[in-house]
């Protein structure tokens, strides 16, 4: 168990909704990283967040948003869903202000699957 | 554009074999270097990292990896596998001044008993 948790672990929807997964890091960390994994992209990063405020960005598409809340857990929101949005999203935590050195916990992840 | 390359999608090692996976980079300037370690239901955790100093790097449960700049690689190694290593591997790299880790896609490693 890495101490970051990841709510839901499994999400059915159908295109153009929009869904929200939920993650929690190891207590003490300040850092929120989020990736999506798929088939044949691989584990991408999307964003990351420090002590509530974005610090960089990834290949994230404009549908998709996140945030950090004062109690650090964080939320990534896809909305307008696609067929090729069906991937597993993990968020990762640490307790450094750079993914250059900081290492990176993992959740479990959430399979978003999209019908 | 940066990029880290896994050679071997997937490979099958009886257990006691030797195992290598290789990595490369495709990065100027000075990269930091991660293995990270995916076991069937769990998961992703680091293996070892490399930043600086002794370019052969010890992490957890017997691996080691070495960083040979000439060549933009960092292979993890084992000298001998368990059926218990079975997993998906990841190497990852990020620039001392980069934003965001750039992965791998990843080798699936099965050990028969």
């Known amino acids: 168990d890495s101490g970051v948790t990841q709510t839901p672990k499994h999400l059915i929807t159908a295109t153009g909704q929009r869904v929200t997964l939920r993650c929690s890091p190891r207590s003490g960390d300040l850092s929120v990283y989020w990736y999506q994994q798929s088939l044949d992209q691989g584990l991408q990063f999307l964003i990351h967040?420090?002590?509530?405020?974005?610090?960089a960005k990834g290949n994230i598409l404009e549908r998709f948003s996140a945030q950090q809340f004062p109690d650090l857990h964080s939320e990534l929101n896809l909305s307008s869903l696609e067929l090729g949005d069906s991937a597993l999203y993990f968020c990762?935590?640490?307790?450094?202000?750079?993914?250059?050195?900081?290492?990176?916990?993992f959740g479990p992840g959430t399979r978003l699957t999209v019908l | 554009a940066q990029s880290v390359s896994q050679h071997n999608h997937h490979v099958i090692l009886s257990e006691a074999a030797s195992l290598e996976l290789g990595c490369n980079y495709s990065y100027g300037g000075t990269v930091n270097l991660f293995w990270y370690v995916q076991y069937p239901g769990q998961h992703l955790q680091l293996l070892l990292k490399?930043?600086?100093?002794?370019?052969l790097v010890k992490g957890i449960k017997g691996f080691e990896a070495e960083f040979i700049k000439s060549k933009f690689s960092f292979n993890l190694r084992k000298p001998s596998v368990q059926w218990s290593d079975t997993a998906e591997y990841f190497c990852?790299?990020?620039?001392?001044?980069?934003?965001?880790?750039?992965f791998g896609k990843g080798t699936s490693l099965l050990v028969t008993p």
């Open positions: 990852a790299a990020v620039r001392r001044s980069g934003y965001a880790l750039n």
């Open positions: 967040y420090y002590n509530g405020e974005e610090r």
């Open positions: 490399y930043f600086s100093g002794d370019p």
């Open positions: 990762a935590s640490g307790s450094g202000t750079s993914p250059s050195t900081d290492t990176q916990y």
